[in-house]
């Protein structure tokens, strides 16, 4: 399409890409759908009267990578809270086992832990899909799994006898799953 500028003495033609393109990246698409007057929403039209789409395509894709790197550093950091407050509770578990603390202080330890690991297992599968949904497809899982690794649940004492009972705390394991999940590409 050509687009001529009123001040402008030529006019310049403009290459439109589909926004379903699949070789271009997410960021690319998405500035290219803030440049599309066809489409129109409540979020595209604020960002159409911050920056003139014709003129500063680079400068949305810019502002979209950078939003992107963002939302998944504070997915990052959620998921080492939580992996964190594992640790910590972990440890206080040790030092109550090694102190003789009672049965009813070690399980709200474990129930905390316990807690904190679901919560972890959670957020790095929220991390997984955010990844993936901002273009990291080949390998993300081994990739997320590897930096952000989750220890077991720790064991929940018997309340009659203060033997402790394993829980099992099962993972989905791939070889298990009949049709697999929205994880396998």
């Known amino acids: ?6 001040k402008a003495r030529k006019s310049f033609s403009i290459q439109c890409f589909s926004t379903s393109d699949t070789t ?11 440049k599309n007057t066809d489409k129109t929403n409540k979020y595209l039209e604020h960002i159409r009267q911050e920056h003139d789409p014709a003129l500063h395509i680079k400068t949305l894709e810019d502002e979209l990578r950078g939003t992107m790197g963002k939302a998944l550093g504070k997915q990052g950091r959620k998921v080492l809270r939580n992996i964190e407050a594992m640790k910590r509770q972990a440890d206080k578990y040790q030092h109550l ?20 690991r679901k919560d972890a ?8 899909v955010q990844r993936q949904a901002v273009g990291f497809l080949v390998n993300n899982q081994k990739y997320v799994h590897s930096m952000y690794p989750i220890d077991e649940a720790l064991p929940m004492p018997n309340e009659e006898d203060g ?9 989905i394991d791939s070889n298990d799953a009949k ?7």
């Not at 086992?97 to 904190?116: D, K, P, T, W, Y």
């Not at 033997?163 to 993972?171: D, L």
Request: with cysteine; hydrophobic share 45%; net charge negative.
């Open 24 to 34: 271009l990246k997410s960021w690319e698409r998405s500035a290219l759908a803030v």
């Open 179 to 185: 049709f697999g999940n929205q994880l396998d590409w």
């Open 163 to 171: 033997t402790m009972v394993e829980k099992e705390h099962k993972e």
């Open 1 to 6: 399409s050509t687009i001529v500028f009123p």
């Open 121 to 128: 297992h959670h957020a790095r599968w929220e991390l997984m």
């Open 97 to 116: 086992i090694a102190h003789g603390a009672s049965i009813q202080e070690i399980r709200e330890c474990v129930q905390l832990h316990n807690q904190f």
